[in-house]
């Protein structure tokens, strides 16, 4: 059985642009990573309606690069609650630029806090 990614729009979605890149024409892992954050923090800011900046991350993998010109997809999901705290997991794919292939190229979870504006 092939992997697919989640059957839902994604959470985040976005072209990989040269100046997201390195010298070798792959996406910055630090890019990547900051995608994956926005779109934990955008349900994580949704679900408590406050500001949720990212006090912790864990268990972060990237699979595979990323190319210029591929579109990257962003998908967020609660995977724990504390009282002031949410738990969101993340996994980001790409969909090749020349076709319909896709793949999982990282995931990860991040711990956001709801605070008072």
Do not use: C
Not at 13 to 36: E, I, K, S
Not at 45 to 66: H, I, N
Request: no cysteine; proline share 5%; charged share 20%.
């Amino acid at each position: 059985m092939t992997e697919a990614p989640p059957d839902r729009a994604p959470d985040i979605r976005v072209t990989v642009m040269a100046a997201d890149a390195n010298p070798y024409g792959t996406a910055f892992v630090g890019w990547l990573f900051g995608q994956m954050a926005l779109a934990g923090g955008s349900l994580a800011s949704r679900l408590t309606g406050k500001r949720a900046p990212v006090v912790a991350a864990d268990g972060f993998k990237f699979l595979a690069p990323v190319d210029v010109g591929d579109e990257l997809s962003v998908w967020a999901e609660v995977a724990g609650e504390g009282k002031t705290s949410l738990t969101i997991a993340t996994q980001a794919w790409k969909r090749d630029r020349h076709g319909e292939s896709v793949a999982r190229v990282a995931e990860g979870q991040f711990v956001f806090v709801g605070v008072d504006q």
